[in-house]
C-alpha cells in the first residue's frame, strides 16, 4: 500500500513563474491537506480538499495560490507568479473517509519550492 | 483558531536519559493530539497520538499524556538513542486542521 505521494520531490522557480505541486493520497483516502513550512519553522494549515470540494482555504493566500482535488488524478497546488517568499517545503496528508476531525493524517515526503 | 505553543526548542540529552516535551493548546473544542517526528529533509512521521478520551498512552519507550483541565499534553522518551536525534512536533486537531507546535530539535549524545 503505497504512501502519500508528491511530486515533483525538488522544484526551482524564477519569480513570476508558476509552480504545480501534485499529491495523490494515499489508497483509499479521500481527504487531501496541504500545509507550508518555512524554514525551521513547524508546518501551517493552507487548504483541506476532498474529491472536487475545497472544505477549507482559510489558510491559503487570497492571491496567487490555489488547489484542486479533481475527480481524476491527484491534488494540484498551484502557486502563480512566485516570489522569493513562497520558498518553503509543501507537505500533502490524506486521511480516510471517516470523520476527519479525529483522524490520522498521513503526510507525502513534501516538495521543496526554491524561487530564484 | 487553535494556537499550540511547545517547549523547549532544542534539547540535548545523554544517550539513555530521559526526553520530555511539553505542549499547551488553546481550543477546548481540540480532540486529537498526534506528534510527529521529522528527520532533515524528511516527511514528518506520526510515531505516537492521543483523543481526548484518554489520559495515557505507550508505545515501547514512548509515552505520551494529556491533561485535559489544563489543556497540555507532553511527550516521553525514554532510554533515548541516537537515532532519536530529530524534530519533534506537537499537534492538535480542531475540526480536521492540524495546528503544530514549532517543534523541538532533540540532540542525543552518545
Known amino acids: 500500500n503505497a504512501g502519500v505521494m508528491q511530486n515533483p520531490r525538488h522544484l526551482v522557480r524564477r519569480r513570476g513563474q508558476e509552480a504545480r505541486l501534485r499529491c495523490s493520497p494515499m489508497?483509499?483516502?479521500?481527504?487531501v491537506y496541504w500545509y507550508r513550512q518555512l524554514p525551521e519553522e513547524g508546518l501551517k494549515f493552507m487548504v483541506y480538499?476532498?474529491?472536487?470540494?475545497?472544505?477549507?482555504e482559510s489558510g491559503m493566500p487570497k492571491e496567487r495560490f490555489s488547489a484542486e482535488f479533481p475527480k481524476e488524478g491527484p491534488s494540484i497546488l498551484r502557486i502563480q507568479q512566485v516570489v522569493r517568499g513562497d520558498s518553503a517545503a509543501y507537505f500533502c496528508?490524506?486521511?480516510?473517509?471517516?470523520?476527519?476531525?479525529?483522524?490520522?493524517?498521513?503526510f507525502g515526503p513534501g516538495t521543496r519550492l526554491t524561487v530564484l | 483558531g487553535e494556537n499550540v505553543e511547545q517547549h523547549p526548542s532544542t534539547l540535548s540529552v545523554q544517550e539513555g536519559d530521559s526526553a520530555v516535551i511539553k505542549c499547551t493548546y488553546s481550543?477546548?473544542?481540540?480532540?486529537?493530539f498526534p506528534w510527529y517526528k521529522q528527520e532533515l529533509g524528511k516527511r514528518p512521521q506520526l510515531i505516537i497520538d492521543?483523543?481526548?478520551?484518554?489520559g495515557e498512552k505507550k508505545d515501547q519507550r514512548i509515552a505520551v499524556t494529556l491533561n485535559k483541565t489544563a489543556k497540555h499534553f507532553s511527550l516521553h522518551i525514554t532510554e533515548t538513542q541516537p537515532e532519536d536525534s530529530a524534530v519533534y512536533f506537537c499537534?492538535?486537531?480542531?475540526?480536521?486542521?492540524?495546528?503544530f507546535g514549532a517543534g523541538t530539535t532533540v540532540t542525543v549524545r552518545a
Open positions: 496528508a490524506s486521511s480516510p473517509p471517516a470523520a476527519a476531525s479525529t483522524d490520522t493524517q498521513y
Open positions: 489508497k483509499g483516502h479521500s481527504h
Open positions: 480538499l476532498q474529491k472536487e470540494n475545497i472544505i477549507d
Open positions: 481550543d477546548s473544542a481540540s480532540n486529537y
Open positions: 492521543i483523543r481526548s478520551n484518554v
Open positions: 499537534a492538535a486537531i480542531n475540526d480536521y486542521k492540524l495546528s
